[in-house]
């Protein structure tokens, strides 16, 4: 499959305690993304990291990439219930007829108790 | 960012039918996608639709069963044709946000097929 894979599947914690998603990826990217999901709705783009950069941070989230194992986490600090939601990393491809595209993995169901 | 919308939100249908399915966007833009997403899975992308040409179909997808139009910039439609139950999924339609990197989704059409 060309879409990537992401662990967990599901991770449940409690209200407070940090949540971390890892994504790994087959092909050569331009930008690794994560976006959000609640409860089947649209998804809403969190973060974007390019393929020189190693860390990125925006407010509670810090994204890393490790081009050379091809992989990727999301790590979300503090969490609140309001967290609660599917998280997907998304492959942005490289020009050509690829431009634009995104590539979407697995996806991790996160789930924080109040 | 780009505020879009769809309808239906949902529809059930019965097999051997068609739905189409709308999604306006506020601002014009140049690229718009289709992705399904199907009962606890990830985004698949079915097409990216560009204005003034024909849409290009990603491998498993055709234009006769999930033909699209793009009369314009702001407007899309999807067209989902002699569905069966394995077309039940929630079909989203997406915008470039302008520099072929993120994109922003509209809510969502929840399908299901009986």
């Known amino acids: 499959s060309q879409q990537g894979e992401e662990d967990p599947q599901a991770l449940s914690i409690q209200e407070g305690e940090n949540a971390t998603m890892n994504c790994s990826y087959k092909?050569?990217?331009?930008?690794l993304q994560w976006y959000r999901q609640n409860s089947g709705r649209g998804l809403v783009h969190l973060i974007l990291?390019?393929?020189?950069?190693r860390e990125k941070h925006s407010g509670r989230l810090r994204v890393t990439l490790d081009t050379s194992k091809k992989s990727s986490s999301l790590l979300i600090t503090a969490s609140r219930a309001a967290d609660t939601a599917s998280y997907f990393c998304?492959?942005?491809?490289?020009?050509?007829?690829?431009?634009?595209?995104?590539?979407f993995g697995q996806g991790t169901i996160l789930t924080v108790h109040p | 960012s780009a505020v879009i919308s769809q309808k239906p939100s949902r529809d059930i249908c019965q097999r051997g039918t068609s739905l189409t399915i709308q999604c306006q966007v506020d601002s014009q833009v140049t690229m718009m996608f289709w992705y399904r997403q199907q009962p606890g899975q990830s985004l698949t992308l079915i097409a990216t639709?560009?204005?003034?040409?024909?849409?290009?179909?990603e491998s498993g997808f055709v234009i006769d069963k999930f033909p699209i139009s793009r009369p314009n910039l702001t407007f899309s439609t999807l067209t989902v044709s002699n569905m069966s139950p394995e077309d039940s999924s929630i079909y989203l339609c997406s915008v470039d946000s302008g520099g072929g990197e993120t994109q922003y989704f509209g809510p969502g059409t929840r399908l299901l097929v009986l």
């Open positions: 092909t050569s990217i331009n930008n």
């Open positions: 998304a492959r942005g491809n490289a020009g050509g007829t690829s431009y634009g595209k995104l590539t």
């Open positions: 990291i390019r393929s020189n950069e």
């Open positions: 639709a560009n204005q003034g040409s024909e849409a290009t179909y």
